[in-house]
């Protein structure tokens, strides 16, 4: 079975421009996103707007609480959007909303209005996999042709691959995602939420100076997170660690916050690089893309350029405007299934929690 892009494309370029409205809702990221294809093949993002349900610090966000977040926020969102885009509903071709991965009730509630829009406007309404939207945009963003991508997030961990026009997974998780240890762990040393409890890891890891051993678990192409996290989590309670980061200069063997979370970030990474080299080696591929939440975190990002560069490789990664959850990545997955003839009729217009990773549409151009 051969691997790649490469193959013709069934999606011809649009004989005019096309535009679409993604609503995005999957968690406690609300998005409303608009995206242009134009007649020259190209892309272009008209609006990005965003708005996120921020917790306490030491708390998690509960899918009831979060599909009400959304609720209050999804007409603001979307009115934003297309006051940005500078576009009445009418112009739009479709409206594009996540049917899943995600958490129940906030899909639900953001699919409920994607219905409504799509009766109100007449305009067709088309369902989209939740991991295939990042891809999709972080492929438009980059213009990566070929690449293995790494898909981080809070909900997902996998290496994939395309063939066939399928994507494949190559290897996961065995058990939690990679941002959902990063933010169990952060609740755990009360970092804050705001804006995201990766982003403040991220920040703190900067300050750490001594690495913990961690257990390191890759099995074959896949990772197992939740015996790191028991692990780290039993530094917090040792009588060496200073959970306010402040050291004694006569104290020698300390531990801080700082330092658990630079240990996280660099055996977890370590681990992602190498599932990645992995399949780039098994498939060939001389590109690797970096999508999802936690694919903005600069280390992981420079730990895979330096993997990337050894093997004569490119890194394609992009920042937390299109990595973390957006409007305009289900907008631009849905606009391609659109382009292929593909429609979500209203009677089937539900969500799934655990949407299979497949594709609707014979991949548009590849």
């Not at 996961?172 to 939420?193: K, M, P, Q, W, Y």
């Not at 591929?285 to 903005?296: A, H, K, P, Q, R």
């Not at 890194?315 to 305009?328: H, M, P, Q, V, Y």
């Not at 299934?337 to 009677?347: A, D, E, K, V």
Request: with cysteine.
């Amino acid at each position: 079975m051969g691997f790649g892009f490469g193959a013709p494309s069934p999606l011809k370029d649009p004989d005019r421009p096309y535009l679409a409205l993604g609503l995005e809702g999957s968690a406690n990221k609300l998005g409303a996103g608009i995206i242009k294809h134009r007649v020259d093949g190209s892309t272009k993002i008209l609006a990005n707007i965003r708005h996120t349900y921020i917790t306490p610090p030491g708390e998690g966000f509960l899918p009831r609480d979060t599909a009400q977040h959304h609720r209050e926020w999804v007409l603001n969102v979307i009115k934003d959007a297309i006051e940005k885009a500078n576009i009445n509903v009418e112009n739009l071709d479709c409206i594009c909303y996540t049917k899943g991965p995600g958490m129940g009730a906030p899909l639900q509630s953001v699919a409920l209005v994607a219905r409504t829009l799509s009766l109100l406007f007449n305009k067709p309404l088309v369902a989209v996999n939740h991991c295939i939207g990042h891809i999709e945009m972080g492929r438009a963003i980059t213009r990566a042709q070929d690449p293995v991508v790494l898909y981080v997030s809070g909900g997902n961990t996998q290496v994939i691959a395309y063939s066939q026009q399928r994507y494949r997974i190559f290897g996961e998780t065995l058990d939690i995602a990679v941002g959902n240890c990063l933010d169990r762990f952060a609740r755990i040393i009360n970092l804050s939420n705001d804006p995201n409890p990766g982003y403040n890891i991220e920040q703190e890891a900067k300050k750490g100076k001594r690495l913990v051993p961690l257990p390191y678990t890759t099995k074959g192409m896949d990772i197992s997170l939740t015996g790191m996290l028991t692990s780290i989590e039993a530094y917090t309670v040792d009588k060496r660690f200073r959970p306010s980061g402040t050291i004694d200069e006569s104290e020698e063997d300390i531990i801080t916050p700082a330092d658990l979370c630079f240990s996280l970030q660099e055996t977890v990474f370590a681990m992602l690089v190498e599932i990645t080299e992995r399949a780039m080696a098994h498939v060939g591929s001389n590109e690797v893309l970096i999508v999802g939440g936690v694919g903005c975190n600069r280390r992981l990002q420079q730990m895979m350029r330096i993997m990337a560069k050894e093997r004569d490789a490119r890194l394609f990664a992009t920042d937390e405007r299109s990595c973390i959850d957006n409007g305009i990545m289900i907008a631009q997955a849905g606009l391609l299934s659109y382009r292929m003839g593909y429609q979500t009729p209203l009677s089937e217009s539900t969500c799934t929690q655990r949407y299979l990773f497949v594709c609707h549409f014979p991949c548009k151009r590849y």
